[in-house]
């Protein structure tokens, strides 16, 4: 079977390289704010043009400061039920993303996350996208929330 090639889903938002994919920040030299996502417009904290902007990566671990499981979803690519949160990296910035979870029993304001690379299927070519979700970093959650709700 030949190697699959990867692709990541939003090349301009993370990186597929390495264990934990660090994702595409933004770092002002005129006042040091890093920000996610990158943007062209200058820097939102000092007002500093884009030349001022350079990339940065982010590492990909941070803290659950809010979280939704989402039961209906007209949109594709996804199918519910799935969790959103938002995450505040260690880097400072604070993101939106998809969590590994389907639901969000177990999970609690403060819980560790980091991200990692789910895939999202492969084309004709054999070449497999990949995209980024969150992963609650104490795997006994998993187990708690069953044991939970079993009880
Ligand atoms: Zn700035």
Do not use: W
Not at 71 to 78: A, D, N, P, R, V
Not at 111 to 130: F, Y
């Amino acid at each position: 079977m030949p190697e699959l090639e990867r692709q990541v889903a939003h090349p301009g938002l993370y990186r597929a390289s390495g264990e934990q994919p660090a994702l595409i920040g933004q770092h002002c030299t005129g006042c040091g704010h890093l920000a996610f996502p990158p943007n062209p417009y200058g820097c939102e904290a000092c007002g500093a043009q884009p030349e001022a902007l350079e990339k940065r990566e982010l590492a990909g671990a941070g803290e659950l400061a809010a979280f939704a499981t989402v039961h209906l979803h007209m949109g594709g690519g996804i199918e519910a039920p799935f969790t959103v949160g938002v995450i505040v990296l260690d880097d400072g910035p604070a993101v939106r993303a998809t969590l590994t979870c389907p639901t969000d029993d177990g999970l609690a304001i403060g819980d560790r996350v980091s991200s990692v690379l789910v895939s999202q299927g492969s084309d004709d070519e054999g070449t497999e996208t990949v995209e980024l979700r969150f992963i609650p970093h104490s795997s006994g959650s998993a187990e708690d929330s069953r044991v939970r709700g079993e009880a």
